[in-house]
């Protein structure tokens, strides 16, 4: 039986309820611009006290195009995205400078003059949202962490965690593979992975919205892993899910190797796969802390709340005392 079948009676949450119970009541439009472009996240989260890849530079107009040679002669390693860009759509990812071109993550060279052009696409504003022109990224190609050795094909995973008032309450683990060329987005043709809230602990994965138990590049089980550095990343995300303003939002992190968990981009609309990966419906997890009268302002005690709604116990205990409704 497809996943979507067996969630369908287990509280999943459609397009329509995300949107306007949570979307549209939890996260006021003056916030949008925040999440929605990567170059104002990153300062956001800088102020948040959150790690971000480091910037290397910025590609506002066409006649700054010239900028990718001088950053690839310093860097070599690099990522070059669309601002607004969304789904990994766009998003060139390099290892090394070649005589002609660029090194891609999969080994193929690019040649200079396809790179200018792909950067062209992504400032007349091809793949982002909204319309009109974008600015183009570049920043610090992160590495990841060595526990995902024989799980990441080619690029870098990451976490999506649904934060929702602060209160982490959903996440999945997006694995690269041959297919996406370095993205772990999962319309690329990633895996994304179910994981338990309470362990940072893999349950199951997903393909293409079909079950899957390996990894289709290294055959190595996808289940029972445990996400390296679990605790600061759920730290992450409730931080900045509290800080930000948004009630509803995916948080993206990737653990580097060098620099820990960091986070890559946050998204007001979250996609709605991840309850899929984790065979488990949103809402059941949602209406409990929608119906908190307020969130605690301490991070910890807002884990502690993550943790009971993750395991099915009652939030009544959380509530102060003369905060009742
Ligand atoms: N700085 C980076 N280092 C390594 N990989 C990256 C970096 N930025 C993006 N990627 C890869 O590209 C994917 C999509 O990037 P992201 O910034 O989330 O943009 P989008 O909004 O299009 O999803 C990530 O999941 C990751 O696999
Ligand atoms: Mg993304």
């Known amino acids: 039986m497809k996943p979507f079948t067996r969630l369908a009676k287990a509280g999943v949450l459609g397009m329509n309820s995300r949107n306007l119970d949570f979307i549209a009541a939890y996260n006021p439009r003056r916030y949008y611009p925040l999440v929605d472009d990567k170059i104002i996240t990153k300062k956001l989260a800088i102020e948040a006290g959150v790690t971000v890849p480091e910037q290397f530079g910025v590609i506002r107009y066409g006649g700054e195009i010239n900028i990718i040679e001088r950053i690839a002669k310093k860097r070599a390693s690099f990522v070059v995205k669309p601002s607004r860009g969304s789904g990994g759509g766009g998003i060139m990812v390099f290892n090394g400078l070649a005589k002609t071109g660029l090194r891609r993550m999969n080994g193929q060279i690019t040649p200079w003059a396809d790179v200018k052009y792909h950067i062209s696409n992504m400032l007349s504003g091809m793949f982002s949202m909204g319309d009109g022109s974008d600015s183009v990224l570049i920043e610090e190609r992160l590495v990841p962490h060595s526990a995902f050795s024989k799980l990441a094909f080619g690029g870098v995973p990451d976490v999506r965690v649904i934060v929702f008032r602060g209160i982490p309450v959903m996440a999945m683990l997006r694995l690269p593979t041959a297919e996406s060329d370095g993205k772990a987005n999962l319309h690329q043709g990633g895996v994304g992975a179910g994981i338990d809230l309470v362990t940072g602990i893999t349950t199951r994965g997903v393909q293409h919205n079909d079950s899957v138990d390996l990894h289709p590049d290294f055959e190595t089980p996808v289940r029972d892993f445990q996400v390296p550095a679990w605790p600061e990343i759920l730290e ?36 709605i796969a991840i309850q899929t990966a984790n065979l488990r419906g949103l809402r059941p997890l949602l209406m409990p802390v929608h119906k908190l009268p307020s969130v605690p302002e301490d991070v910890h005690e807002r884990i502690e709340i993550c943790k009971a709604n993750w395991r099915g116990e009652p939030l009544d205990r959380f509530i102060a005392p003369g905060d009742e409704v």
Do not use: F, M, Q
Not at 240 to 262: A, M, N, Q, R
């Open 236 to 271: 992450l995300a409730s931080r900045l899910g509290h800080h930000i303003g948004l009630g509803y939002v995916g948080v993206d992190i990737v653990i580097c190797e060098h620099k820990g968990p960091t986070l890559l981009e946050l998204n007001a609309r979250p996609g």
